[in-house]
């Protein structure tokens, strides 16, 4: 089999947590112009209808579906949801993520208990149904997991940076959730993996980036930030039968800070 062909995803289906914007976005870029059926979950309904439009732009069809994924009871019925517009689903990018900077000793409880529910518990909830309802049934699927380079080494010691002992752990979580669970699902044909991105502009950056300043650039082995196609080629692997045989790793797509 060809290259084009292993990584050739049409009439396949994938959902996108947290895909209205940032690094979901671009994953959903690469999901559909690989050929899939993509739905996107968000929690503001304007932000997932400018998104929808943005991929119609290249010839991508998405489906909106509003979520608040900190809340758990609400995950189950927009699984369902999503099943009945475009099919069961074949692919399943966990990517909402929400952080809080504090240092520990002045992080409140609700931020913790925030930051926990979304990057833990609605991805566990996610994956949950969707093994139930999709995957483990038809024994195949591809679940990727976004994870952070603050999941594989602990904080910054740069003054600069406020604390993220909350978003730091959930990421590491995160990874051996991943681990985990590719064990556990391997016999039945489905890769779990985890793409841990390095410091890539977007909102949820914004202000670390502004603090750093040229610093951001110049800590990096490649001398830039992460752009708006660096994770699309190692997504296409990962949700494609070229990867059909990667499975419980955990890849860093951060510039070479890891390798620091």
Not at 38 to 59: C, G, M, P, S
Not at 100 to 119: C, E, F, M, R, S
Not at 132 to 149: C, D
Not at 157 to 185: H, Q
Request: overall charge neutral; aromatic content about 4%; hydrophobic content about 45%.
């Amino acid at each position: 089999m060809g290259v084009k062909q292993l990584l050739d995803i049409s009439g396949r289906s994938a959902l996108v947590t947290g895909g209205s914007r940032g690094l979901g976005l671009q994953i959903a870029e690469a999901l559909g112009e690989l050929g899939a059926r993509v739905a996107l979950v968000a929690r503001k309904n304007d932000e997932l209808d400018a998104a929808v439009v943005h991929l119609a732009t290249q010839n991508i069809e998405a489906v909106p579906l509003v979520c608040d994924l900190s809340d758990a009871l609400a995950i189950p019925p927009m699984v369902e949801r999503a099943e009945r517009i475009v099919g069961p689903i074949d692919i399943l990018v966990n990517n909402a993520g929400a952080t809080w900077g504090a240092a520990t000793v002045d992080l409140p409880l609700p931020a913790w208990q925030k930051v926990i529910a979304v990057n833990l518990t609605a991805m566990f909830v996610v994956t949950q149904e969707v093994g139930r309802r999709s995957m483990l049934p038809r024994r195949e699927g591809k679940v990727i997991n976004v994870a952070s380079v603050r999941g594989l080494k602990g904080g910054s010691d740069d003054d600069r940076r406020p604390a993220t002992l909350a978003y730091d752990t959930s990421k590491g979580g995160v990874v051996n959730f991943t681990r985990s669970l590719a064990v556990e699902w391997g016999r039945h044909n489905i890769n779990v993996n985890a793409i841990a991105p390095g410091l890539f502009s977007t909102r949820m950056t914004r202000g670390i980036l502004e603090i750093m300043g040229d610093d951001a650039v110049k800590r990096r082995p490649l001398r830039r930030l992460g752009g708006p196609e660096d994770l699309k080629g190692i997504v296409a692997v990962l949700a494609s039968d070229a990867g059909g045989f990667i499975t419980g790793q955990i890849i860093a797509v951060d510039g070479g800070v890891t390798a620091m």
